[in-house]
């Protein structure tokens, strides 16, 4: 308990300077949900058609349906993501989810469709750095999922770290960090590092620039002395709503 009591004031500390530092088109919170899916195509179809329902497309929610490629972790193949700017915004969301017909045939569908969860977690982002490019633009995104024991610490690292690397062409049109507050998403994970890009072809350009930076190698060792890696994968966006 004393663990999870400082580990829970340490997370609040850094939600207090996320709200501080995030540009104004960034999210507070972030619903995640991972799940393997064999059709795509009619799962895709599913949830285009809960979020076209009138009860949800009048509320003009920020969502993403993506592709996970790379993921060696679990059976996950594909991700969705609500973004809410607030605690009022998340919560009438989850009412409508679960009291609407648009909901009641969606969870209908995913039965049909034998649509798997495999996880199902609440981020907040830490810190966001917006470079170039809206959301819209920004369809692909390389993630780092790590368990870090003190934030306070590893946060400074990185966000020294990925500011470096912003002089380069391959450094990415955003990232950030988030925190995890609830659920789960695999054995011990409490951050998420990710990248955006405007296609695969970036992301891979990343990659390659990154792997071989001065930078990067002189960031590692701090990293690996103060975090554990968990697993990495990309995000490939399928479609999305209102993005901003």
Same mark, same amino acid.
């Given at each position: ?5 400082? @580990? ?17 088109? /960034?999210?507070?919170? !972030?619903? +995640? /949900? ?13 949830? $285009?058609?809960?979020? +076209? ?6 509320? +003009? ?15 996950? @193949? ?23 017909? &648009? ?15 495999? =996880?199902?977690?609440? @981020? ?5 750095? !917006?470079?170039?490019?809206?959301? &819209? ?21 990185? &966000?020294? /770290? =990925? ?36 296609? !695969?072809?970036?992301?891979? &350009? ?17 990293? $690996? ?20």
């Amino acid at each position: 308990m004393k663990n999870f009591l400082i @580990t829970t004031f340490v997370i609040t500390s850094f939600v207090s300077f996320a709200d501080d530092h995030l540009p104004e088109n /960034f999210s507070k919170y !972030q619903s +995640n /949900f991972l799940f393997k899916c064999d059709v795509p195509a009619k799962c895709l179809n599913a949830f $285009n058609k809960y979020m +076209n329902s009138p009860e949800v497309s009048s509320q +003009n929610y920020e969502a993403d349906i993506y592709a996970i490629l790379h993921n060696g972790w679990d059976d996950a @193949t594909h991700g969705i993501t609500f973004y809410y700017k607030d605690a009022d915004e998340y919560a009438k969301s989850n009412a409508i989810w679960a009291t609407s017909q &648009a909901g009641k045939d969606l969870r209908k569908a995913n039965r049909m469709n034998k649509l798997e969860p495999v =996880s199902e977690y609440l @981020t907040v982002h830490t810190v966001g750095v !917006q470079n170039s490019g809206s959301a &819209a633009e920004n369809s692909v995104s390389l993630r780092w999922s790590l368990e870090v024991p003190d934030p306070a610490a590893f946060v400074p690292v990185w &966000a020294a /770290f =990925s500011k470096s690397i912003e002089k380069y062409d391959w450094s990415g049109n955003a990232y950030g960090l988030q925190s995890h507050m609830l659920g789960n998403n695999g054995n011990g994970i409490t951050h998420e590092i990710w990248v955006a890009f405007a296609n !695969q072809q970036e992301a891979l &350009a990343f990659l390659d620039g990154m792997y071989a930076s001065k930078e990067f190698a002189e960031y590692i060792p701090k990293a $690996n002395a103060l975090s554990v890696f968990k697993r990495s994968y990309m995000e490939v966006s399928l479609n999305m709503f209102n993005p901003d």
